[in-house]
């Protein structure tokens, strides 16, 4: 299978299975319309469609795509028996948390997933109490894992900060007994950060994401606080000093672009123009109807977005201002294992959240939600079935992956968004794919001209 394209006047082709990447000629391009997987020598129709060509540079660019795929670079064979994996006998240990250390927030960003974080629920905060049940309970649910995952998520989890103090401290006088290392990464809206916090801050979080939507108009419109203030000049002062005391690494500053904002490359260059270099931006995900939701008519605007944003992104890595774009960041040598490149973030099994009452749920995304509810810390439980559905729902399993080219890079896509959008993990949420195949085909046409 093969993904073949034509993008900033590259002739770019995928082997899907084998994720090389080819630069082609015309000819050798042109030639791939045809059959030739299945030949050994070029036909006569081919060299009649190639005519303004001589037969023997027909021939040579015949021969060199044929080497390609002996060479198992093109045209190759999936090697993964699809009936086993559509039903996994994996048994993964827990190795990353997301703790809702809060169920409040001081904002209230007008495409809130998590209802201005009460999550369905009421607004509260996580205890000390609760917060060490989750870290023991990862403790044993991790069984044999060394490096275990932690990350204090909200609402705002600044809001409860001394909880998020206590429980590093608790994480860590653990480390040893247990043979544990633990990773803590905590995103923030900005808006408690002071000098303190960030001292505290930069000694204990591996990683640090702070929200932020592109320009003062559009954050301002997208994220007001509780008085219906705009927040752009509270935090981002705080988040420039943040970042410098990061060396520019370790951090993301994380924006969402909805129907607003469309026009999205403006925000990113405005948030890399502000002296940041780890950037990011997704896209909104909301039911039809929203007046923020992206909607199948916008799909050509933000595929056009990207495209723009990736010649930027190229034009300044070339005059020594560069940034990065986690969309943009594809390793083409190695990339992820072959279990995350099936089935993904892990979520419902290797990952879970947990909510400020001890609940679990598969992940930060399906808190509050009922029928998801795994099990609770305070007994360790997680629902076997809804773990297995998890750990079976891959690319496999799901009928539009098996032809989507970019399936090993998103996937299979976010399982919270399907079933928001598609009603269930087994439908992708399309206009999702579309965006992830226009990035997909972005970050390798990006490589290729960082190679020129």
């Not at 998020?164 to 633990?182: C, L, M, P, Q």
Request: proline share 3%; charged share 30%.
């Amino acid at each position: 299978m093969i993904h073949k394209y034509k993008l900033f006047d590259q002739n770019i082709v995928l082997d899907v299975n084998s994720g090389s990447v080819h630069l082609l000629d015309d000819l050798s391009y042109s030639l791939l319309d045809f059959d030739i997987a299945a030949m050994d020598t070029p036909t006569e129709e081919i060299k009649k469609a190639f005519s303004e060509y001589s037969g023997e540079a027909v021939e040579e660019c015949f021969d060199e795509l044929k080497s390609l795929q002996k060479e198992g670079l093109l045209f190759s064979e999936d090697l993964i028996d699809p009936q086993k994996v559509k039903n996994f006998r994996l048994d993964p240990p827990v190795k990353a948390l997301c703790l809702h250390i809060c169920h409040d927030c001081n904002l209230r960003c007008r495409y809130c997933f998590a209802e201005t974080g009460t999550f369905h629920g009421e607004r509260s905060m996580m205890s000390r109490e609760v917060g060490f049940k989750a870290i023991d309970f990862v403790l044993e649910k991790s069984r044999n894992r060394k490096n275990i995952e932690v990350d204090f998520f909200g609402g705002e989890p600044l809001m409860n900060f001394d909880v998020v103090k206590d429980i590093v401290s608790y994480a860590r006088s653990k480390e040893k007994e247990y043979g544990k290392t633990f990773r803590f990464t905590l995103t923030t809206n900005g808006m408690l950060l002071d000098d303190d916090i960030m001292e505290y801050l930069n000694e204990n979080m591996s990683n640090i994401v702070l929200s932020l939507d592109g320009t003062k108009e559009v954050n301002d419109y997208l994220r007001p606080d509780t008085q219906k203030s705009g927040s752009y000049d509270k935090i981002i002062d705080k988040y420039k000093k943040l970042a410098k005391l990061r060396n520019q690494d370790n951090y993301y500053v994380r924006g969402t672009f909805t129907a607003h904002n469309l026009d999205f490359t403006k925000d990113i260059l405005h948030i890399a123009d502000e002296g940041f270099f780890q950037t990011s931006m997704e896209p909104v995900v909301l039911k039809e109807g929203h007046p923020l939701a992206i909607r199948e008519e916008h799909l050509e605007q933000l595929k056009q977005e990207y495209e723009k944003l990736a010649l930027e992104y190229v034009k300044r890595r070339k005059e020594g201002n560069p940034f990065n774009f986690f969309h943009f960041m594809i390793d083409l040598e190695q990339g992820p294992c072959v279990i995350k490149r099936i089935s993904g973030c892990g979520a419902g099994s290797e990952y879970v959240a947990v909510t400020p009452t001890g609940d679990i749920y598969p992940c930060h995304r399906f808190a509050g939600e009922e029928g998801y509810k795994m099990g609770s810390v305070f007994d360790g439980t997680m629902d076997e079935a809804i773990k297995r559905t998890f750990i079976n729902s891959n690319v496999y399993t799901k009928k539009d992956c098996g032809e989507c080219f970019a399936k090993f890079y998103c996937s299979g896509g976010c399982h919270a968004n399907s079933c928001l959008i598609a009603g269930g993990m087994d439908q992708p949420y399309k206009i999702g794919c579309e965006l992830e195949k226009k990035r997909v085909e972005c970050a390798i046409a990006i490589q290729a001209l960082l190679a020129e």
